[in-house]
Antibody, heavy 121, light 113 residues
């Protein structure tokens, strides 16, 4: 069974930094590209970032480009999101999500339960 | 960026009745070399992550009840619940995966009348 477990969400001040983690199990992690998707309280879904299976290619939403960095450690079956220069509008539940196959079709077959990031002074 | 527009924002339907949610993209999601529409639908219940319902615009994910169906091509798509059940109360989102940035519709809240 596919399991994705996010962690690292806390309350942080504007301008601060935070690193989110996603522990993956139940599948061959390094076969799949992985994503971060966020959801502000009471709002819709927003795609944040993508990293290919081998970590060599990454993509970002314009809203986080230059501030967030996605990475992965395939030896630890883990996905990360380094978040710098945080803004209040980054407050959201952050989900890690897996693509359906290793072919690279970018919809989201499996989701974690999410971790809540609150940016507030 | 491809803009996804869903309508209506909310929908109130009697149990057993049909519910239809529309999703329009700002450019075609049909990739002609493989004749596939790069459009997915998700269901999100309160306090839960989204759940994949439909991909390729009309392919039902394994385990999804057959009262859920997807249709459409190009820029106009519809998610239909043929006979609404109490457990279908949720917010539904469409998502395009034709190009990055990946984008979602704003969501449609489905309630029981």
């Amino acid at each position: 069974e596919v399991q994705l477990v996010e962690s690292g969400g806390v309350v942080v001040q504007p301008g601060g930094s935070l690193r989110l983690s996603c522990a993956a199990s139940g599948f061959t992690f390094d076969d799949y590209s992985m994503h971060w998707v966020r959801q502000a309280p009471g709002k819709g879904l927003e795609w944040v970032s993508l990293i290919y299976w081998d970590g060599r290619s990454t993509y970002y939403a314009d809203s986080v480009k230059g501030r967030f960095t996605i990475s992965r450690d395939n030896t630890r079956n883990s996905l990360y999101l380094q978040m710098n220069s945080l803004k209040t509008e980054d407050s959201a539940i952050y989900y890690c999500a897996r693509e359906p196959s290793n072919i690279g079709y970018q919809y989201f077959h499996s989701w974690g339960q999410g971790t809540l990031v609150t940016v507030s002074s | 960026d491809i803009v996804m527009t869903q309508s209506p924002d909310s929908l109130s339907v009697s149990l057993g009745e049909r519910a239809a949610i529309n999703c329009k993209s700002s450019q075609s999601l049909l990739y002609t070399p493989n004749n596939k529409n790069y459009l997915a639908w998700y269901q999100q219940k309160p306090g839960q992550p989204p759940k994949l319902l439909i991909y390729w615009a009309s392919t039902r994910e394994s385990g999804v009840p057959d009262r859920f169906s997807g249709s459409g091509s190009g820029t106009d798509f519809t998610l239909t619940i043929s006979s609404l059940q109490a457990e279908d109360v949720a917010v539904y989102y469409c998502q395009q995966y034709y190009s990055t940035p990946l984008t979602f519709g704003g969501g449609t809240k489905v309630e029981i009348k």
